[in-house]
């Protein structure tokens, strides 16, 4: 069966500081992985994606994430938080063998000025 | 761009009410799925449909629940008899699905239901 933790309900950083948001992940077969965004009052929006071919994976807003099979982790980060960052990430997985994504829990990432 | 909407945003009922949440997807895409949040829970998965019948479906998508497209553009989730732990956020997504199960899911904006 196939699951996602995300560590940390709250994230908080200053504006300009790195950001990372933790997730691992658990799947018998090779995972696909995605990082989705909630901005308030809006719908999922996909931030980035691994599919198997390169580990480290750039998003839109300068966000990316490195797959390590070995660690079972697929981070999610940012070189430097701005306040329109600030929203809910949600890291999911899906494998081969069904369609449905598992989803995390969610970190809610708050910029401070 | 292209978008998935969804209405009602926010819809109260009395428990014992039929709901029904309408969704447009993407008008090229073929897959078509439901997922609620509960209130501060993780997003769950309810069903997917494709070629105009339900693909998957999970252990929360009982006999209260049932989806259909009535024409070319609408998808439809239908709540029969509501309770109170239907409550939650309730997200359609569409996908085309060529790139297999990497594919991206295009999600609305979510209709939130609240059972009274």
Redesign the interface.
């Given at each position: 069966a196939q699951s996602v933790t995300q560590l940390g309900s709250h994230v908080s950083v200053s504006e300009g500081a790195l950001v990372l948001l933790r997730c691992n992940y658990s799947s018998s077969v090779p995972p696909?992985l995605f990082w989705?965004v909630q901005y308030p009052?809006?719908?999922?929006?996909?931030l980035l994606?691994y599919?198997?071919a390169a580990t480290l994976v750039k998003g839109i807003n300068d966000f990316e994430a490195e797959f390590k099979k070995s660690e079972t982790s697929f981070h999610l980060t940012k070189p430097s938080a701005h306040m329109s960052d600030a929203a809910e990430y949600?890291c999911?997985v899906?494998?081969?063998s069904?369609?449905?994504?598992?989803?995390?829990?969610?970190t809610k990432l708050i910029i401070k000025p | 761009e292209p978008e998935?909407t969804?209405t009602p945003s926010h819809q109260v009922t009395q428990m014992g009410q039929e709901v029904i949440l309408r969704c447009v997807p993407i008008s090229n895409h073929l897959?078509f799925y439901w997922?609620r949040q509960i209130l501060g829970?993780?997003?769950?998965?309810l069903v997917?449909f494709y070629n105009n019948e339900i693909?998957?479906k999970?252990e929360i998508f009982d006999d209260q629940f049932s989806v259909e497209r009535p024409d070319g553009s609408n998808f439809t989730l239908k709540i029969r008899s509501t309770k109170l732990e239907d409550s939650a956020m309730y997200?359609c997504?569409s996908s085309d699905?060529r790139?297999?199960?990497?594919g991206?899911?295009?999600?609305?904006?979510?209709s939130r239901l609240t059972v009274l």
């Amino acid at each position: 069966a196939q699951s996602v933790t995300q560590l940390g309900s709250h994230v908080s950083v200053s504006e300009g500081a790195l950001v990372l948001l933790r997730c691992n992940y658990s799947s018998s077969v090779p995972p696909y992985l995605f990082w989705y965004v909630q901005y308030p009052n809006q719908g999922l929006q996909l931030l980035l994606k691994y599919t198997s071919a390169a580990t480290l994976v750039k998003g839109i807003n300068d966000f990316e994430a490195e797959f390590k099979k070995s660690e079972t982790s697929f981070h999610l980060t940012k070189p430097s938080a701005h306040m329109s960052d600030a929203a809910e990430y949600f890291c999911a997985v899906r494998s081969d063998s069904n369609y449905q994504l598992i989803w995390g829990a969610g970190t809610k990432l708050i910029i401070k000025p | 761009e292209p978008e998935v909407t969804q209405t009602p945003s926010h819809q109260v009922t009395q428990m014992g009410q039929e709901v029904i949440l309408r969704c447009v997807p993407i008008s090229n895409h073929l897959y078509f799925y439901w997922y609620r949040q509960i209130l501060g829970q993780k997003v769950e998965f309810l069903v997917s449909f494709y070629n105009n019948e339900i693909s998957e479906k999970s252990e929360i998508f009982d006999d209260q629940f049932s989806v259909e497209r009535p024409d070319g553009s609408n998808f439809t989730l239908k709540i029969r008899s509501t309770k109170l732990e239907d409550s939650a956020m309730y997200f359609c997504a569409s996908s085309d699905m060529r790139g297999g199960p990497g594919g991206e899911l295009f999600f609305g904006e979510g209709s939130r239901l609240t059972v009274l």
